[in-house]
């Protein structure tokens, strides 16, 4: 089977890895929201690029929480105007990527960026979207838990507690398939944007339940791409809108 995560819009290359004929686990963040290393994406699209600019300027320089109140200070006033467009932009975003999976095996999670109903609504033929499930795949019992944790608002934003709740239903698993990393500092760190976003409960959960391989994405320059929790062996897959691979596992 192969894995990705992170596609962010990566169509042309999503639809190649999908026409590859292998089971395809997919583990969130379809869509791009805004690529911090060109600025482009569907906030551009809507807000404008010069939005986008200050938006990552204030980031980079004064944190999350100074970037989080200009981009309220942007939606005050505009809430049912900037929803709609929002919307509309996203939904056609979806149509486009998700089309890319047709006619492929797929098995697709969300991330922290994603919008679950309408991720799952936009899913084609064959491709089924896995949250809090186990699926057997070759043989091997795959469980998924979608969502990520960054804490600044994005749609498919998930608390440790409702992590912990997905965790729970899974049971023992060959494969654990998240979005989120565990909280290991190295796995969890971006070396871009320094904040670690790593999950407690996932943590724990590996601890507990000892998978043989735990593959997640989100952190797109991680400090370390594997590392071994016990017996079961961490992967970051990569960010496939930035290296169009995916990776197999054997």
Known sequence: MLIISDVHGASEALR??????????????????????????????????????????????????????????HWAGREDELQERYRSVTEAAYRDVCDALRGCESYVTYGNVDRPRMLAAHLPEGSRFVDAEVVTIDGLRVGFAGGGMTRIDTPGEVSEAEMAEKLSILGPVDILATHVPPAIPALAGDVIGGREKGSIAILDYVKTTKPSFHYFGDIHQPKATTWRIGSTMCINTGYFRATGRATRHE
């Open 16 to 73: 190649r890895v999908a026409s590859m004929g292998e089971p395809l686990l997919v583990l969130g963040d379809l869509i791009n929201y805004i690529d911090y290393r060109t600025n482009e994406g569907i906030v551009a699209d809507v807000s404008g690029r010069e939005l986008v600019d200050d938006f990552v300027r204030i980031r980079n320089a004064e944190g999350h929480e100074a970037a989080s109140e200009m981009w309220h200070r």
